[in-house]
């Protein structure tokens, strides 16, 4: 399986601010994913990060507020736009590679005040 | 709308004994098949894929797939107090993405 590497691990930001969170992996991926995660609820899918040309984002994200790069095959990175309260969850990268089996990162735990 | 569903739980077990999750799947098309374990404040781990009808073992860990009910199960033998978590199932018909979640499980074993 590869290794996942997301930075920050957690952060407290102000509301109105951004956050740029990165995903690295150790091995070229064919797929990256960002999901969020909310306290007590499972995964939504907020887009897939396609390499060299704009997200696919799902029903509800929008790239104004979650633009993603991903200028290669191993890296991505997601930033949390203009952030509310609201906004507030467990931010996770995920990766498919040779096989189609999934694997997540340790995930970023984001507070906004 | 694809969907995949699953007891919310908890679901206590006590320390031993055979714990069964299960999930369902509204899309008929679906290929793959996958349990996850999440422990608290951790993101989600691969515990098992299955692709075929029939029975997955691995360890302690056995998934059992029926296409035609459209229904994938996860059985945890010898249950421990450390298999407390939740267990997320997902589903997806095409080759490494679409995933589709389940709600989660949330499983306690009892010492």
């Known amino acids: 399986s590869a290794v996942i590497s997301q930075k920050p691990s957690r952060d407290i930001c102000q509301r109105g601010t951004s956050l740029t969170i990165q995903c690295q992996v150790d091995s070229q991926v064919t797929m990256m994913f960002w999901y969020r995660q909310q306290p007590g609820q499972s995964l939504t899918l907020i887009a897939t990060a396609n390499q060299g040309s704009e997200a696919t984002y799902e029903s509800g994200f929008v790239i104004d507020k979650f633009p993603i790069s991903r200028p290669n095959l191993t890296f991505s990175t997601l930033t949390v736009s203009n952030m509310s309260p609201e906004d507030s969850s467990i931010y996770l990268c995920s990766v498919v590679g040779t096989t189609d089996t999934q694997y997540f990162g340790p995930g970023t735990r984001l507070t906004v005040l | 709308q694809k969907e995949v569903e699953q007891n919310s739980g908890p679901l206590s077990v006590p320390e031993g004994a055979i714990a069964s999750l299960n999930c369902t799947y509204s899309?008929?098309?679906?290929?793959?098949f996958f349990w996850y374990r999440q422990y608290s404040g951790k993101s989600p781990e691969l515990i098992m894929f299955?692709?075929?009808?029939g029975d997955k073992e691995d360890g302690r860990f056995t998934a059992q797939l029926n296409k035609a009910s459209q229904y994938v199960s996860l059985l945890i033998r010898d249950s421990q107090p450390s298999d407390s978590a939740t267990y997320l199932c997902?589903?997806?018909?095409?080759?490494?993405?679409?995933?589709?979640f389940g709600p989660g499980t949330r499983l306690s074993v009892l010492p």
């Open positions: 899309d008929r098309g679906s290929q793959s």
């Open positions: 299955i692709y075929s009808n």
């Open positions: 997902a589903v997806t018909r095409d080759y490494g993405q679409n995933f589709v």
